[in-house]
Structures are given as C-alpha cells and as structure tokens.
C-alpha cells in the first residue's frame, strides 16, 4: 500500500505484483466479460484484505486447547457499510463482501451524462442507517471526473457521520481524486492504481474502457412506441 504525496488519505496498490497482474488482465481488450468479472471480485477481496490494515483491533485473551494465549478482535471490521454504485460495482462489492462479511449493503444507481456537463442522474437510493462507529466503503471502479462520487458522497452524508468514509476503486484520474479531496477532505481513497489523465470524454487513460460495460455487456436502446 503506496499514501500518495499529492493528497493525504489517498492509497494505492501499485507496490503489489499480484494486483497489478489481475489489473493488467482487466486492461486488456481481448478480456471477456466472466474474467473481467472475475477479476474485479478478486480486486475488492484482496483490496478488502489490505483495508483490514488500516482498521482498530482490540486484544483479547483465550484459551487453546493447551493454555492461555493472546489473541485480537478487529471490532471494525463488523461495522462496515459497503455503498455499491450500479452497475460497475456488484463484482466489486461481491469480493469486498467476502472479507466484510457483516457489512450493511447499500445501493446506488447513479449515471453519468455526456461531456462537457457530465450531468449525474440518480434514480435509485437504498442506504442503512449510518452510525458513528462503522466504516463506510463506497465502491465505484473508475474514480474519473468524480462527479458521480461526489453525488453519492452527499447522498450516502444524509444517512449519518461514520467513524471513516472511505472510496474504494480500481482506477483513479488525479483530476477525480482533487476534486473528491477538494470538497470532502475527511473522505479516503484507495485505489488499485491512479492512471495518467482524463481524455476529452472523460474515460482514465490509459484506463480499462467502460467497466460496466465490459463486465455485463453494453446496453442498446430500443425505440420508444
């Protein structure tokens, strides 16, 4: 785990051979939906895992079979909420689940309009009640403009104040990054790998394509009778 110079509480994952490797399986063109898929729950397992590090611990004594020793609880880990932002973010979430295995599960269906405006329409919000212990993780795999994390965030800010709010993804633009720390200095960021730049469209170059796309298929439009 990397804290980058350029903000603080924001992370990255690119000092890990095994991250990378599953990255650079999500990045090629030729990857198929099923292990894109695959490879984004493998992302939030193992990204969960390292969250682990982060977290508060208590230590407890017990008993083996042999005698006493000492051992830990991580109460936080039992205090998670896991924001899910459709569609990207189920595989993501899937593996997340895994290691949080206690965690409320929120979900968000937030969408992105066309540049310049990149207008975000939310149209489905289901959040638990947040409370003053738990750890928020909201998941969104591409952090690009920021502007669909910055409506959740707000969004996700109504249902309570968290001990930790936290934004989990695999891909991050340093534009997106700025302007999430920009208006929400408290909120972490941990990332697979914060990439080079936004293009005109808004996509992270050299980025993945489309997550949700490439994960479940593109949508067509049908006509309207």
Do not use: C, Q
Not at 73 to 101: C, H, Q, S, Y
Not at 130 to 144: F, H, L, Y
């Amino acid at each position: 785990m990397i804290a980058d110079k350029r903000w603080k509480g924001v992370y990255s994952f690119e000092d890990s051979p095994f991250l990378m490797e599953i990255l650079t399986e999500l990045r090629n063109k030729h990857t198929g939906a099923i292990e894109f898929r695959k490879g984004l729950v493998k992302l939030g397992r193992y990204m969960g895992y390292e969250l682990t590090k982060t977290m508060d611990f208590e230590k407890v004594e017990i008993e083996t079979p042999l005698e006493k020793t000492e051992g830990i609880i991580a109460k936080d880990r039992k205090n998670v909420v896991i924001v899910t932002v459709l569609r990207a973010a189920i595989p993501l979430m899937e593996g997340l689940i895994k290691v949080f295995e206690h965690a409320r599960v929120g979900i968000v269906s937030a969408s992105r309009g066309k540049a310049p405006k990149f207008e975000i329409e939310m149209n489905y919000i289901k959040i638990p009640e947040i409370k003053p212990e738990d750890t928020v993780i909201i998941a969104d795999p591409m952090i690009a403009t920021g502007s669909t994390l910055l409506k959740v965030i707000e969004e996700v800010r109504k249902y309570g104040t968290p001990k930790r709010l936290i934004v989990l993804g695999v891909l991050a633009a340093p534009e997106g990054i700025s302007r999430i720390k920009g208006a929400y200095p408290e909120v972490e960021v941990f990332v697979t790998k914060i990439d080079r730049e936004l293009n005109d469209h808004g996509y992270i170059l050299p980025g993945l394509g489309d997550a949700g796309d490439r994960a479940f298929g593109a949508p067509i439009k049908t006509a309207k009778k």
